[in-house]
């Protein structure tokens, strides 16, 4: 069975520090381009970061950019997302999704390009 299992979430204070995980199960990672998306109540689902199937290539949307890191370690199949200096508009369910597409640096605007996808992880920023 192909799964994805993301952990890390969390409650934090307001410029704490996260780390998501995100696990591949029933396939490996490593040919695949691999993306962070989040959902706040109320709000569509909105693309955070993208990391090409080597590791060599990412991209985010301005609203985590330096603030957020992607990286990946294909030998333990997963992949990660640190969060830093969160701020309470980053309070989400956080989702990591896969697709076998090719990365380009726009992918994460595309979630319906994600084939599989994992159940989620909350992050809440509050104080």
């Known amino acids: 069975q192909l799964q994805l299992v993301e952990s890390g979430g969390g409650l934090v204070q307001p410029g704490g520090s996260l780390r998501l995980s995100c696990a591949a199960s029933g396939f490996t990672l490593d040919y695949y381009t691999i993306g962070w998306f989040r959902q706040a109540p109320g709000k569509e689902r909105e693309g955070v970061s993208c990391?090409?199937?080597?590791?060599?290539?990412?991209a985010y949307a301005d609203s985590v950019k330096g603030r957020f890191t992607i990286s990946r370690d294909n030998a333990k199949n997963t992949v990660y997302l640190q969060m830093n200096s969160l701020k309470p508009e980053d309070t989400a369910v956080y989702y990591c999704?896969?697709?076998?597409?090719?990365?380009?640096?726009?992918?994460?605007?595309?979630?319906?390009?994600?084939?599989?996808w994992g159940q989620g992880t909350q992050v809440t920023v509050s104080s």
């Open positions: 990391i090409s199937s080597s590791g060599g290539n990412s």
């Open positions: 999704a896969a697709t076998i597409l090719p990365y380009y640096s726009g992918s994460y605007y595309y979630p319906d390009e994600y084939e599989y």
